[in-house]
T-cell receptor, first 115, second 112 residues
Framework: DQQVKQNSPSLSVQEGRISILNCDYT??????FLWYKKYPAEGPTFLIS?????DKNEDGRFTVFLNKSAKHLSLHIVPSQPGDSAVYFC??????????????FGRGTQLTVWP | DTAVSQTPKYLVTQMGNDKSIKCEQN?????MYWYKQDSKKFLKIMFS???????INETVPNRFSPKSPDKAHLNLHINSLELGDSAVYFC???????????FGPGTRLTVL
């Protein structure tokens, strides 16, 4: 029972263009969302997050958009660079500010940025 | 300096054996986690400790036993290993539950 879904296993984008990675969730209790980036043979690295009280959060080239009514979030990378090539995991938590801190992950999307 | 480290990086063993994976963080975090990434690439939380106390146990078989000797360490001991235990196991830590988590490099466990 996957509560966080990334339906695109892969995405290929030309350098300089925008990369848009999508994520859907089913649990309406989720109130905190994160994106992680993972290179081969390394652990996931935190990239950017958004609280459910916001609909947009921006950090440099990375912007996350949240549409609560659609239970959908997306990560935009502009401009895309070859070093962005990695697996991107969407994660969600119902426990922000609680004593638990569970994170539920999607299956990941492999982003390839080509020159 | 490695923030979250795991040993070993690779572990190959026979069915029925008992093995341990160690995790250490030097970030001064209070909360540590174990995740399992299976062959389908799903990352699933197994356990979480906060200040050395177990706070999350996500329906993991009792062959898996986490141990936190102090806030900087969370080890995972697995008894009677089975083929289905083959996976990559990630350790993570956060300042407190619910905050951004920092992951270790993973331990690839292969059970033959």
């Amino acid at each position: 029972d996957q509560q966080v879904k990334q339906n695109s296993p892969s995405l290929s984008v030309q350098e300089g263009r925008i990369s848009i990675l999508n994520c859907d969730y089913t649990n309406s209790m989720f109130d905190y969302f994160l994106w992680y980036k993972k290179y081969p043979a390394e652990g996931p690295t935190f990239l950017i997050s958004i609280s459910s009280i916001k609909d947009k959060n921006e950090d440099g080239r990375f912007t996350v958009f949240l549409n609560k009514s659609a239970k959908h979030l997306s990560l935009h990378i502009v401009p895309s660079q070859p070093g962005d090539s990695a697996v991107y995991f969407c994660a969600a938590s119902p426990d922000r500010g609680s004593t638990l801190g569970r994170l539920y992950f999607g299956r990941g999307t492999q982003l390839t940025v080509w020159p | 300096d490695t923030a979250v480290s795991q040993t070993p990086k690779y572990l190959v063993t026979q069915m029925g054996n008992d093995k341990s994976i160690k995790c250490e963080q030097n970030l001064g975090h209070d909360t540590m986690y174990w995740y399992k990434q299976d062959s389908k690439k799903f990352l699933k939380i197994m356990f979480s400790y906060n200040n050395k106390e177990l706070i999350i146990n996500e329906t993991v078989p009792n062959r898996f036993s986490p141990k936190s000797p102090d806030k900087a360490h969370l080890n995972l001991h697995i008894n009677s290993l089975e083929l289905g235990d083959s996976a990559v196991y990630f350790c993570a830590s956060s300042t407190r539950p619910g905050d951004e988590q920092f992951f270790g490099p993973g331990t690839r466990l292969t059970v033959l």
